[in-house]
């Protein structure tokens, strides 16, 4: 997977200026080209791949029945730092550029909100499916933290409603 992804890089660059120089050739302010069409590839190509590998059936996937483990911080105590790292990492690219695509999505808790809810869907879908996968609470607490963490560290470039230029200050906690 990882291997894949980084082979795409060259052709999601390619797309990225593609999609500016169109929205520039149709009246787009360059910046504001480049700007969605970067947000708009990151959050797809930096989501998918995580997303995929998530979804992916484990060996007796179809044969066991799904499990759920819905108490908030009993899977923590047992995972590692490894697995930790990744779940912060499934929807931190759709923290990161979200609020710089869409500036309804420009605030923390719009950004832990989606995000939690894009976890609780594939937790629902890990479930259903049978892909021989624990659905945890604690997967979809820390896919959101990772958001929101992503979130803060994109918010100096945020370009909120009622804003005319794209200015550093806090993140708007609305």
Partial sequence: MALLTVATLPVVVLLVCALAARRSATGTAPAWAWRRSLAEAGIVYGTVPWVW????PGSRAGEIAGRVSPVPLLDLLTMGPAQIV????????????????????ASVPRILALAA???????????????DRVSSVDDVLLNAAGAGLAALASHRWWR??????VQSTAPSLR
Avoid: D, H, K
């Fill in 53 to 56: 590998m998530t979804m992916l």
């Fill in 117 to 131: 809810s894009c976890s609780a869907l594939v937790e629902v879908a890990q479930y259903v499916l049978q892909l």
């Fill in 86 to 105: 990744g779940n912060l990492l499934v929807f931190a690219a759709l923290g990161f550029f979200a609020p710089l695509r869409f500036a309804a999505l």
């Fill in 160 to 165: 909120t409603p009622g804003r005319t230029s």
